[in-house]
């Protein structure tokens, strides 16, 4: 018995094949490799993140550096032509994320984004990626040797030697 019409059939088979092609994939065998269990696209999460790992209370986005507007990377460009029409979409894109991402820390959820050129080095993104689900986070360095505490105490001594 089929409830689909033709077109709603291809229409399900592109979206299934857009979920399983390139960045998404890439980071989903990279945790698997890692021995991460995970789950796919939860509807039932604000955003509907790509991975779940519900072990870990961490969720996974792998955001395009273009249309979610990678902050400081070179291909976030912005289109030269129409930009009445993309400067208000991106806005809305950005929004939309920063208030998922709200909503899920709100929850409890550990959100972790993968942007896709950080695809460009896999090992790097791997050990990123197994410290913030192991340790919460998103991962980075730098957030093991916060620089505004760093600053905060050269100011302080700064204070006592006055
Ligand atoms: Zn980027």
Redesign the pocket.
Known sequence: MDTFSKSERSEIMRRVRSKDTSPERKVRSLLHRLGFRFRLHKKDLPGAPDIVLPKYDTVVFVHG?FWHR?PG?S??TTPATRREYWLPKFERTVQRDAANQAELRRLGWNVVIV????LRDMEELERRLENAVRHGGDGYEQDEFPIPMAAEARAVYGDGEN
Do not use: M, N, V
């Open positions: 550096c990678h990377c291909r976030a942007w896709e050129c950080e």
